[in-house]
Every structure is written in C-alpha cells, then in structure tokens.
C-alpha cells in the first residue's frame, strides 16, 4: 500500500495541486473504473487532463478559454514541430502562458495510471462484474441518442415541408439473431440471459 506522502508526489497530484484542479481525481477514477457507465481509456483520460490543464493555465492569465479552441490548441501543441504547433505556441506566448511550462506538466497514460492506482488505490472491477449490466446500460443509452436524432430529423423535415407529416412514432429496435437455430430477441435482453439458450453451436463443434 502506497503512504499518502509518496502518492502525492506522483506528477498527477502535484500538477492537480498547481492548476487547482480539485474534482479532476475524482472524476478520472470514476471514468477509469467505469462508474459511471462505460469506461474510459488511459489514453484519453491523459488527454482530457492535459485539455483541463490548458484550459486552467488560460485562467491563470485571464483568459477565457471560450476565446480559444482549446481542443484544437491542444492538438497544435502535441504535434511538436510545423506551423500549426508554432502558431499555437505563439499565440499562447502573446496571452502570457509559458508555453515550455505548461507542456511539463502535461502527463502520460503511464502517469495517470500510476497516479490511480497508488494515489488514489483503485482498480478495475472484476472482468465479468456487471459487466454485462454496462454493457446493455450503454446500447440503451446509444438507442435513445439515436431515437432522440431521428425524432428532430423527422420534426425539422415536416416543418420544412421535405415530409408529409410531423408526429410519428419513431422506434429503434437492436435485435441479435443466432445463426444456429434463428432465435431472434432484442439484444440487451440476450446479453442479461446469456443468450438464446441453443445447443446447435456446441453439438456442432463436437462433429469435428
């Protein structure tokens, strides 16, 4: 077990501490772990800090990032080298930001992970807790954005005169089929019942 003496001087904490970024390492355990639904990669974890400690060194010098694309900017300065990452670093520098400073003290998915794992000591759950549960949560999420879409498509084109009507019952239905014995079910509830309970697979993996 990590003291609390040698987590806080992981780069994570001490960048955490500098920017006043207070809720950031809650907020990337529960993305990490999937708390909150689908999990999120080390990787883009690394990059949402570092956009985050862009956006707090643009406050430092008074700043809105509103005035600035922070994504973009960000892209600019990973590139390293031609005019996209000199034009970022110069208009940082016209702003006050030390540009050298600021890109220190982005981290590393290494970083991040060594930063959860001992600051702050969490882990990843079991492969096969609940994942089935976030599994389905996450397809019924992506069905409603997709019904939610379909219903504004439909509404936009009825009031532009492009569709007969406005007002219809927009369904999204995902559905899984088996290729051995044709069952078909909507896919989140085959995934909570393990699935459509044939042997067809089985039997025939035994004629080998």
Same mark, same amino acid.
């Given at each position: 077990?990590?003291?609390?003496?040698?987590?806080?001087?992981?780069?994570?904490?001490?960048?955490?501490?500098?920017?006043?970024?207070?809720?950031?390492?809650?907020?990337?355990? @529960?993305?990490? %772990?999937?708390?909150?639904?689908?999990? %999120?990669?080390?990787?883009?974890?690394?990059?949402?800090? /570092?956009?985050?400690?862009?956006? @707090?060194?643009?406050?430092?010098?008074?700043?809105?990032?509103?005035?600035?694309?922070?994504?973009?900017?960000?892209? @600019?300065?990973?590139?390293?080298?031609?005019?996209?990452?000199?034009?970022?670093?110069?208009?940082?520098?016209?702003?006050?930001?030390?540009?050298?400073?600021?890109?220190?003290?982005?981290?590393? !998915?290494?970083?991040? !992970?060594?930063?959860?794992?001992?600051?702050?000591?969490?882990?990843?759950?079991?492969?096969?807790?609940?994942?089935?549960?976030?599994?389905?949560?996450?397809?019924?999420?992506?069905?409603?954005?997709?019904?939610?879409?379909?219903?504004? @498509?439909?509404?936009?084109?009825? /009031?532009?005169?492009?569709?007969?009507?406005?007002?219809?019952?927009?369904?999204?239905?995902?559905?899984?089929?088996?290729?051995?014995?044709?069952?078909?079910?909507?896919?989140?509830?085959?995934?909570?019942?393990?699935?459509?309970?044939?042997?067809?697979?089985?039997?025939?993996?035994?004629?080998?």
């Amino acid at each position: 077990m990590t003291t609390e003496a040698s987590g806080a001087n992981t780069k994570v904490a001490r960048v955490i501490r500098e920017y006043g970024l207070d809720d950031m390492g809650a907020n990337l355990e @529960a993305a990490w %772990t999937g708390e909150a639904g689908e999990r %999120t990669s080390l990787r883009d974890l690394a990059d949402e800090f /570092n956009q985050a400690v862009l956006e @707090a060194a643009l406050r430092e010098v008074g700043v809105s990032s509103l005035s600035v694309d922070v994504s973009a900017t960000y892209d @600019a300065l990973r590139g390293e080298s031609g005019s996209s990452s000199t034009r970022a670093r110069r208009r940082l520098e016209r702003e006050g930001v030390d540009v050298d400073e600021l890109t220190g003290d982005f981290v590393t !998915h290494q970083a991040i !992970h060594t930063y959860l794992t001992q600051e702050r000591e969490a882990s990843l759950p079991a492969a096969d807790e609940n994942m089935a549960d976030r599994k389905v949560e996450t397809i019924e999420k992506l069905q409603g954005r997709v019904s939610a879409v379909a219903e504004s @498509a439909v509404s936009s084109l009825a /009031n532009a005169g492009e569709l007969d009507r406005d007002g219809y019952d927009v369904l999204v239905d995902v559905r899984a089929v088996c290729p051995n014995c044709g069952a078909d079910a909507p896919v989140g509830e085959l995934i909570r019942r393990g699935g459509c309970g044939c042997t067809a697979a089985s039997e025939g993996d035994g004629d080998e």
